[in-house]
């Protein structure tokens, strides 16, 4: 039995609003959840992620292309007119090219050391005392019996640029053993980079190991007056001084200096050395002529240091100051005076510091023929017409010829030590 407001509640319309209240279920406020927030946060971050790694990639994509297009350094160095009608020049700089991907391998106290490599060009051999580039030593002398000559340096004594048999040390071997009834066996302990703090301590490591040598070698200069540009760390320092540095001492841009390889990091270099004028590296140059004289102190500190294991050890000590593109009278071929003229017409970094090389060699210059320490032989290619310059210091086989022939006459004209 229904009551009269009940009756009175039926017969009242009903609009659609009220309606669709009464006939849908209860609905209470949606709050966001923390969870929810958390999922569209990661999705936006995901988001932005994946963005960022394709915009990173296609830099590098592009980057990569812009290079490969633009000649570069080394590149420059392939068109070196020492190569000109050389059936072997493409296939050795391919080789080269894969050789100087592999890994470095570290040692202590010098830092890194020669890989090992074989190849048709460039062969890197193991031995007992380290991995040393091959020096081509006449088949028939016996090791034991041999006069031994210890070749120490940098680049310029490991052979960059040129075959097996056309190194420094190579020819050296050739110029001893022409005629002589001697047999003199050279090593190349050459590593590229290497300054001569860390030439010394490589000799005497392999003094320690054993080694008797009757000659040491030191064949030195570019990469030591390098160490006056002060990017290049100190005059007493090694290269790559600052990142190892920061990797040792953990800083941030220790961690990150990896990106220092990317294609978009180093195409961004080359283009803010082409926008710098010269007047911005005037600074840089003027703060590195206190560097000069110490490079100078610390190299001939060296020297001493040489001589006394060399008395002690009872071998000849022959130190050489090497020649260089940037100093000296040699007549110029076209593709040596674009070198020097980036100096003068072109200033980027690279040839900022050709004014303080030039610096350190002629403090070197005036040393050498005050103190008789060293032998200066910037001058030698001063009377050579050809072309024999790969770049401001690395050099073709005919100037590695003729520098081993200049060291093969001092050694010539001392006094032949009875062999042990």
Known sequence: MTTLREDEAREQPVDAATSAAINSPARLPILSSPSRSLERYFALLGYAIVCLVLVAVLLELVSWAILSVRPSVEQAKKASPVYEGVGWAKEFWQEDASRRQAPQVYVPFRVWSVTN??????????????????????????????????????????????????????????????????????????????VNDQELILLEEQLKAGGHPDFVVFYDGINDSLLAWPKYGAPRAHFGFGPIRSRVEGSVSGRLDFLEKSY?????????????????????????????????????????????????????????????????????????????????????????????????????????????????????????????????????????????????????????????
């Open 117 to 194: 490599w074989h190849g048709k060009y460039i062969n890197n051999d193991a031995g007992p005392r380290g991995v040393w580039r091959r020096t081509l030593n006449p088949s028939n002398c016996d090791p034991h019996h041999a006069l031994s000559v210890w070749t120490f340096g940098g680049s310029t004594v490991y052979g960059f640029a040129v075959p097996d048999w056309a190194t420094i040390p190579t020819y050296l071997s050739r110029e001893l053993n022409a005629g002589s009834q001697n047999c003199v066996v050279v090593s190349n302990f050459g590593v590229e980079g290497y």
């Open 264 to 420: 978009a990091v180093r195409l961004a270099g080359r283009v803010l050395a082409h926008t710098r004028s010269r007047q911005s590296f005037a600074p840089l140059i003027s703060r590195s002529q206190p560097n000069v004289a110490l490079v100078l102190d610390n190299y001939e500190s060296n020297l001493r240091i040489a001589r006394a294991l060399s008395n002690a050890y009872q071998f000849k000590l022959y130190c050489f100051w090497q020649p260089s593109l940037i100093y000296g009278h040699k007549p110029l071929v076209p593709f040596e005076q674009h070198i020097a003229e980036l100096d003068t017409s072109r200033m980027s970094e690279d040839s900022a510091r050709f004014p303080v090389m030039r610096s350190v060699y002629q403090v070197a210059e005036r040393r050498a023929t005050v103190d008789g320490n060293f032998i200066f032989l910037a001058h030698l290619f001063d009377s050579t017409k050809d072309p024999i310059y790969v770049d401001e210091g690395h050099l073709g086989p005919e100037g590695n010829e003729l520098a081993a022939r200049a060291i093969a006459s001092y050694l010539r004209n001392s006094v032949i030590p009875s062999k042990r």
